[in-house]
């Protein structure tokens, strides 16, 4: 197998930090290829996310980013291959040498780039400096510390507790891009429909991250179909207190567009700017009024983007 430059980590997010790991990798895989050819940039990642197998259920960090979003990012990023290691208790048991030998090893690296704050093996025993140890005289490995944006350090809790705030500037300063999720549009309760702003409604799953409760200006775009265009939207998180509902939703209107037939699509919707907190409102007609306002502050502050 040719020598390869791999990078590894978990991943979640691939924000700034991340984006940093995969560029120094690209970088190192050209000046380790030969005759003008890099070497493959590998990317090594883990799923399920470790804590859901070694630590309590509540222990459990909501994800930034579903696998399939995070294998898009990588490569946008730089990876050649991305490679996903099914995390189990075995493998949160094995020594920091078999855990090398058997994920690094077939991969044949030249170089293993890594975060400082990387462990690996058994109690998370092994350190960078383990896997130097490990795998001197066959790879050279380079950590990196951790990547700062506005004098903070960038982690993928940082941007957790962003979202929980409604901050969404915050998470994508450290994200390199806004905040977004994903998913397939299904039948709502048709309400919006009736006061004037149809909506593509979403499902919240539970071990997703979400902005916080509120109403937000962001984009739309259906994922099946390779060139479809963002569309500019105003979108709700939350319950919609004012008709007593109970399941958690992301709900978005595109602007101007009453003849979209999303149902059974998938979409992404990324969050922009916080507009409001989540709102009960005494009447239908406060609640309309409202949205046309939602509507006219989601329009000026995307005008330009």
């Given at each position: 197998?040719?020598?390869?430059?791999?990078?590894?980590?978990?991943?979640?997010?691939?924000?700034?930090?991340?984006?940093?790991?995969?560029?120094t990798?690209?970088?190192r895989?050209?000046e380790?290829?030969?005759?003008?050819?890099?070497?493959?940039?590998?990317?090594?990642?883990?799923?399920?996310h470790?804590?859901?197998?070694?630590?309590?259920?509540?222990?459990?960090p909501?994800?930034?980013?579903?696998?399939?979003?995070?294998?898009?990012?990588l490569?946008?990023?730089?990876?050649?291959?991305?490679?996903?290691?099914?995390?189990?208790r075995?493998?949160?048991?094995?020594?920091p040498?078999?855990?090398?030998?058997?994920?690094?090893?077939?991969?044949?690296?030249?170089l293993?780039?890594?975060?400082?704050?990387?462990?690996f093996?058994?109690?998370?025993?092994?350190?960078?400096?383990?896997?130097?140890?490990?795998?001197?005289?066959?790879?050279a490995?380079?950590?990196?510390?951790?990547?700062?944006?506005?004098?903070?350090?960038?982690c993928?809790?940082?941007?957790?507790?962003?979202?929980?705030?409604?901050?969404?500037?915050?998470?994508?300063?450290?994200?390199?891009?806004?905040?977004?999720?994903?998913?397939?549009?299904?039948?709502?309760?048709?309400?919006?429909?009736?006061?004037?702003?149809?909506?593509?409604?979403?499902?919240?799953?539970?071990?997703?991250?979400?902005?916080?409760?509120?109403?937000y200006?962001?984009?739309?775009?259906?994922?099946?179909?390779?060139?479809?265009?963002?569309?500019?939207?105003?979108?709700?998180?939350?319950?919609n207190?004012?008709?007593?509902?109970?399941?958690?939703?992301?709900?978005s209107?595109?602007?101007?567009?009453?003849?979209?037939?999303?149902?059974?699509?998938?979409?992404?919707?990324?969050?922009?700017?916080?507009?409001?907190?989540?709102?009960?409102?005494?009447?239908?007609?406060?609640l309309?009024?409202?949205?046309?306002?939602?509507?006219?502050?989601?329009?000026?502050?995307?005008?330009?983007?």
């Amino acid at each position: 197998m040719t020598r390869s430059v791999v990078a590894i980590g978990n991943f979640d997010g691939v924000h700034a930090g991340h984006q940093k790991l995969l560029a120094t990798a690209v970088e190192r895989a050209a000046e380790l290829g030969a005759d003008g050819r890099p070497l493959p940039v590998i990317v090594v990642t883990f799923w399920p996310h470790p804590m859901s197998v070694v630590a309590p259920p509540d222990r459990m960090p909501q994800l930034l980013t579903t696998l399939a979003d995070r294998i898009d990012l990588l490569r946008r990023y730089g990876a050649d291959q991305v490679r996903v290691v099914q995390f189990t208790r075995e493998v949160a048991g094995w020594s920091p040498e078999q855990f090398i030998e058997t994920i690094l090893g077939p991969l044949e690296p030249a170089l293993v780039v890594v975060g400082r704050n990387f462990t690996f093996g058994h109690r998370a025993s092994g350190t960078p400096q383990t896997m130097r140890q490990v795998g001197e005289g066959r790879f050279a490995v380079e950590v990196l510390d951790l990547a700062s944006v506005d004098s903070e350090q960038t982690c993928s809790t940082l941007v957790r507790n962003a979202l929980k705030k409604g901050d969404v500037a915050t998470a994508a300063r450290h994200l390199g891009r806004p905040f977004r999720v994903r998913g397939v549009v299904i039948m709502g309760d048709q309400r919006g429909r009736k006061l004037g702003y149809p909506t593509a409604n979403m499902p919240v799953a539970a071990e997703m991250a979400v902005p916080a409760d509120g109403v937000y200006a962001g984009w739309l775009r259906r994922l099946d179909e390779p060139d479809a265009p963002r569309l500019p939207a105003a979108i709700s998180v939350g319950t919609n207190p004012t008709f007593d509902g109970i399941e958690r939703r992301v709900e978005s209107y595109v602007l101007d567009r009453t003849d979209l037939d999303l149902y059974g699509v998938e979409v992404a919707v990324e969050f922009v700017h916080h507009l409001r907190g989540q709102v009960r409102f005494a009447s239908v007609d406060e609640l309309v009024a409202q949205m046309a306002t939602d509507v006219a502050n989601t329009r000026r502050l995307l005008a330009g983007n």
